[in-house]
């Protein structure tokens, strides 16, 4: 019975050590085959003049992204405006004085929820809100989308990193007279800055590709980002999806696979640096 038992854990073990490498092997192709795909296609419309020339109508020969490079810019950082601080501190609030509260219990839910929330819902519910009060569609509010699909995020984030600070550092800053607010603010988030600074490039990093809110938002414009208040904006999400699927002009789609790129560099930017931050964190532990 001992020995069938052993035979038996065993076996499980390989199982389960097989199925881990099987779906790491299957992730790590379908990544390498997407950066593969991409490279391939767009590396070749890629230069000075397509990343410095303002998009133009279909049809129109040497079109180019700058126009909704600048747009993606500006509306991230204005989603990173709006989310951001706001985020911070519900997340401080949640860990330094929300924990074991019923309302603080019903804000991570709620804010679980919205983690998993669909993008297009969220950029349905500001077209409503915003774009039609308004009268139309405009940059901030494509903003407005991204940050609400931010601010779960780094509320989030910004509460597990303050909980993985040891208590006595809370309690040492308490016992040499500092407030619990000036204790979170400047000894607690202190030493969580490196975990709220991935927090804040993961949440950027879910937003910069993201096309359905923007659709119902910010829309499409052939312009530079002038009206980022008033009017619609250019950006490469929606870029890559107008010029791949709606576009019937061959260089257009290159110039799709071109922005798709950009996108992606971008993306992967953001992404290695978090890993590096998170890195340096650890081995400062």
Partial sequence: MKRRGLFRRKLLDRVVRALSVLALTVAVAAMVWILYT??????????????????????????????????TLAITFGAALLGIP???????????????TKLGDTIRFSANVMMGM???????????V???PCGGFSGFAGSVA????????????TEDM????????????L????????????IICRSARSGLITGILLAVARVSGETAPLLFTALWSD??????????????????????????????????????????AMVLWLNIATRIIFKEKHHER
């Avoid at 669909?118 to 409503?128: C, H």
């Avoid at 991204?146 to 984030?157: C, D, G, N, Q, S």
């Avoid at 016992?175 to 400047?186: I, K, P």
């Fill in 38 to 71: 991409v490279i391939r296609r767009g590396v070749a419309v890629i230069s000075w003049d397509f990343l410095t020339e303002c998009s133009k109508p279909y049809g129109a020969m040497n079109s180019g992204i700058a126009n909704a490079l600048l747009g």
């Fill in 146 to 157: 991204l940050a609400i699909l931010m601010f779960p995020v780094v509320m989030r984030t």
């Fill in 223 to 264: 312009s530079w980002p002038k009206n980022y208040f008033e009017g619609p904006t250019a950006n490469l999400p929606v870029l890559i999806t107008e010029y791949s699927t709606n576009s019937p002009f061959d260089e257009q789609h290159a110039a799709g696979w071109g922005a798709a790129l950009v996108v992606t």
């Fill in 175 to 186: 016992a040499l007279g500092a407030s619990r607010a000036r204790a979170s603010l400047q």
């Fill in 86 to 100: 706001p985020a911070i501190l519900g997340g401080i609030w949640l860990a330094e004085f929300g924990k074991g």
């Fill in 130 to 132: 915003l774009v039609v």
């Fill in 162 to 173: 303050l909980l993985m600070v040891p208590d006595a550092l809370r309690e040492s800053a």
């Fill in 118 to 128: 669909p993008s297009v819902v969220v950029g349905l519910f500001v077209y409503a």
